[in-house]
């Protein structure tokens, strides 16, 4: 059995999603459509029809709907929009935010005839923007808070975004720090450098990661590991740039010491087993000279001499022996300062 065609307009505007209400120029209801029925929970059709409009909404809504049907009626607008929240027959089960859309309805010669009042329920909208404001918040905190250095560069290499970590670790506030160039946060020596990486970036649209050292507000130099990633590419506009930043100040120096020990075992091996090699030789040396000096008259012209190799090869006895002993890279200057050698004494512990 087909429908008429008012049966298929009302089967219509009964399955829409949103709720629609008419009242007449009475400001009294009409109709309303199934869909406002389950959105008000326990209401009836016949509850509603000839209901004033204005029972259908909260008191403290009034005030703003007479305004909205004396523009409506007057012709000074065709639809309004409000929101409300608790919108509709007062105490109704539900308590929501409704976006509200008021339309003037109209034969054709323009006489009023009343207003549709159609209703979206966006409690659940908002419910969702607040939890994507939450994550966002959280996002924010995290960003915030991390030890590492973040910031965002425009097409220019001006800094447009610096989170708390990278102004801590320059020592910067954040109106020193925003519309800089990067490369103002390099050592000189680097900046050159860090003006060809970020050209290269920009222009290949791909990341890199590297090392280099930045200079802090009291001109201190910082070991930084800095990773680049292009945040956007458009073919009319500039490339923007984020930047992560962690301080490795503390891993270099690690590092630093680790090869300054390895090389200062490997020199200690290499000296240790030199001073066995050459303690024999030396004994040998140091034992014959004794011996001449049994024989030899303390008259002897060549006396002193020998004497004086005596006390040298016993000197170098005492020098291996403090190789051997070395426990500690100790230094002292050497060649008016511009180098620097073992400090045995310091160095094996022992002290003059």
């Not at 059709?45 to 029972?55: K, M, N």
């Not at 680790?258 to 030396?282: S, T």
């Amino acid at each position: 059995m087909s429908e008429s065609r008012e049966g298929i307009f009302y089967f219509l505007l009964d399955s829409l999603g949103e709720g629609v209400i008419f009242f007449d120029c009475d400001d009294r209801v009409e109709w309303t459509n199934g869909t406002f029925q389950r959105m008000r929970g326990r209401i009836e059709a016949g509850d509603l029809v000839g209901r004033s409009i204005f029972d259908c909404h909260p008191s403290r809504d009034h005030e703003a709907v007479s305004r909205i049907l004396d523009d409506l009626k007057t012709g000074r607008e065709t639809t309004r929009y409000h929101r409300a929240r608790r919108s509709g027959i007062v105490g109704a089960e539900r308590d929501s935010y409704y976006d509200i859309f008021y339309t003037a309805v109209r034969n054709r010669s323009g006489d009023y005839l009343g207003t549709a009042m159609i209703i979206r329920d966006v409690g659940e909208i908002r419910n969702l923007e607040a939890q994507v404001a939450r994550s966002e918040q959280r996002y924010k905190d995290l960003i915030e808070n991390i030890d590492s250095g973040i910031f965002s560069l425009d097409g220019k290499g001006r800094i447009t975004y610096a989170n708390n970590g990278l102004l801590k670790m320059l020592g910067y506030r954040l109106n020193e720090t925003i519309n800089r160039h990067w490369t103002e946060l390099f050592s000189p020596e680097r900046r050159d450098e860090a003006a060809h990486i970020l050209d290269r970036v920009s222009s290949e649209g791909k990341g890199t990661v590297f090392e280099t050292r930045l200079l802090n507000q009291e001109g201190d130099l910082i070991d930084a590991l800095i990773n680049l990633s292009v945040l956007k590419i458009d073919p009319e506009e500039s490339c923007m740039v984020r930047g992560i930043v962690t301080d490795i100040t503390a891993r270099k120096e690690l590092e630093r010491r680790a090869m300054e020990r390895e090389r200062f075992e490997g020199v200690i091996e290499m000296a240790g087993a030199a001073c066995h090699h050459l303690n024999q030789p030396l004994v040998n040396i140091l034992m014959r000279v004794q011996m001449l000096l049994k024989e030899m008259d303390t008259e002897d012209p060549h006396y002193r001499n020998v004497k004086i190799l005596e006390a040298e090869a016993l000197r170098m006895g005492n020098i291996t022996r403090k190789i051997q002993n070395i426990t500690s890279y100790e230094t002292e200057p050497y060649v008016e300062g511009r180098s620097r050698i073992i400090d045995l004494e310091r160095a094996s512990g022992k002290k003059q």
